[in-house]
């Protein structure tokens, strides 16, 4: 799955910073190295020729003086289901390759504005997410994380400029679904060691939600 990340340089005192976000099919918004939002998976399911789902996060906090860097994971979601062999599979159905639509909107003490938008200053290279599939699972390969991908610092090899491309057609919305957040975590219960190389860990309970 890509990786996408945009550098850039503050010179005034930032008063407000709104970042208006569409990942298709989700994506995680990252601020020199801190996750924005408490939100998951977002945004929320449509027929993406129709509606697309936005988000507005209050980044102020997160930027300071100088350089800074925007980063997004994106993953397939419901926006590109593909079968896939040995993973399960539901509602196959895909409106093409990940991608991401983007504002960032500046307001300076000075009273003067600025903007960043989603265009080929933006950068992109292939990410940790080997697999995404809402049904079949994500497979992460820490040693694929881009060093400082979502830090300021100099690009190192493979990076290209994002390509830029058309939406599915769907119009922009603001986002009206309450927010998935992680609302607990669960320790294991029980471990079992059926054969050697795996291990069951039972949580004593369904649950939505991923392991740690």
């Known amino acids: 799955m890509p990786v996408f990340r945009r550098q850039f340089v503050l010179e005034k005192p930032l008063q407000r910073a709104t970042l ?15 996750k924005a939002g408490d939100a998951e998976l977002t945004p929320s399911w ?16 997160l930027l300071h003086p100088g350089q800074n860097v925007m980063g997004v994971l994106v993953g397939n979601g419901m926006y590109n289901v593909v079968r896939t062999p040995h ?13 991401l639509i983007a504002l960032l909107q500046l307001r300076y003490t000075d009273g003067t504005t600025g903007r960043i938008a989603s265009d080929a200053a933006w ?7 080997v697999f995404s ?8 390969d820490a040693t694929r994380e881009p060093a400082g991908w979502d830090k300021p610092a100099a690009v190192a090899p493979g990076w290209q400029p994002a390509q830029l491309t058309d939406g599915p057609g769907g119009a922009l919305h603001a986002e009206v679904e309450p927010p998935i957040r992680v609302m607990q975590r669960y320790a294991a219960k029980r471990l079992a060691d059926p054969r050697p190389g795996v291990a069951v860990y039972d949580f004593g309970q369904n649950f939505a939600g991923w392991p740690e």
């Open 46 to 61: 449509t027929d993406y020729r129709k509606t697309i789902r936005y988000q507005q996060l209050d980044v102020t906090p």
């Open 20 to 34: 208006t976000i569409a990942a298709l099919g989700q994506g995680e918004v990252h601020v020199n190295g801190v």
């Open 87 to 99: 993973r399960y599979t539901k509602l196959e159905n895909s409106y093409g390759a990940p991608r």
């Open 123 to 129: 950068q992109t290279t292939a990410g940790p997410i």
């Open 133 to 140: 599939s809402t049904y079949g699972g994500e497979d992460y």
